[in-house]
């Protein structure tokens, strides 16, 4: 407990955004911040849920509405942080870029509506939020906090780039690996610059959250728009994906959220954190020759 408790008067006037913390990992995230004694602004479509969802914080958490498909909700909450990091005598010092949403289906069928969807959520939404913050993080680390770097991490998938690519995966993969470039060119730019701010990111492999339950409604709502000769061919295929994820264990949110408290309080930032031991032997799986890959990957939509 002396650990902890000396790490919260270390961080008592540092202040972490948290995007997508109504649930699963930017949730478990957002608490595993604040019992580090950050203050954290947790980023929720619908903040009149955060009082139940942070209750036990003891009010080191503020939620914050936001929606990062929508530039005119990340400006109001930029400001609103902004002021309330001026009133506390806060410094803004990281960023978990982490709001997503799943979805699966044949790239044949992946009409473009829905993979523009997925880029604003899941590509474009994080550089939004990443450019607009970025100002208020590089105000924070200068001044009575000059000692510190700040910390940018966005929460990617499985290992990376390369991470091996799923049937049925392909806009979600699309966006992760414009993610992972988006963070590398940053990281580099930043560090030409001379700033104090670190930037990678955070790799999960099966995490235990409501993000599957998503991903079931956004597949479904595809499946219903493809020709029914189509769905007779695709379906069972997708129902032997659905029987594999089912079976893996898999981590749970919390393994999670530390993961994500440890890259943003660690002395020494990482490029990668990776969260659980699937997303360590995805990495190690990405090595072999890509036909043995698909392989072993097709094995997987042969069980009937």
Not at 14 to 43: D, N, R
Not at 260 to 274: E, K
């Amino acid at each position: 407990m002396a650990k902890l408790r000396n790490r919260t008067q270390e961080t008592a006037s540092l202040a972490v955004v948290v995007t997508g913390a109504s649930s699963g990992i930017g949730h478990a995230g957002a608490v595993a911040l604040a019992a580090h004694g950050y203050h954290v602004f947790a980023a929720v479509r619908r903040p009149e849920e955060s009082a139940a969802l942070f209750a036990e914080s003891a009010g080191r958490i503020t939620a914050v509405r936001m929606d990062v498909t929508d530039a005119t909700s990340i400006d109001a909450a930029v400001e609103r942080i902004d002021a309330r990091l001026s009133e506390s005598n806060l410094a803004l010092v990281g960023l978990v870029s982490n709001a997503g949403a799943g979805m699966m289906g044949p790239v044949e069928f992946l009409y473009e509506d829905v993979l523009r969807s997925q880029l604003e959520t899941n590509l474009v939404g994080h550089l939004a939020v990443a450019r607009r913050f970025l100002p208020l993080i590089r105000a924070g680390v200068t001044g009575a906090n000059a000692s510190r770097r700040g910390r940018i991490y966005f929460v990617g998938t499985g290992a990376g780039v390369p991470s091996p690519v799923y049937p049925f995966l392909g806009a979600y993969m699309a966006c992760k690996w414009g993610l992972e470039a988006l963070c590398r060119s940053l990281r580099q730019e930043l560090a030409l610059r001379g700033d104090s701010i670190d930037v990678g990111m955070v790799n999960p492999g099966f995490v235990r959250t409501r993000m599957s339950e998503t991903t079931r409604s956004a597949t479904g709502s595809v499946l219903a728009r493809m020709p029914r000769s189509a769905l007779t061919a695709y379906a069972p295929l997708l129902a032997c994906f659905g029987r594999y994820s089912a079976r893996r264990r898999g981590s749970s949110a919390e393994q999670a959220g530390a993961v994500l408290a440890r890259a943003v309080s660690a002395p020494r930032a990482r490029r990668q954190y990776y969260i659980g031991t699937d997303s360590i032997a995805a990495a190690c799986f990405a090595r072999l020759p890509l036909g043995l890959q698909e392989r072993f990957i097709a094995r997987i939509y042969r069980e009937r």
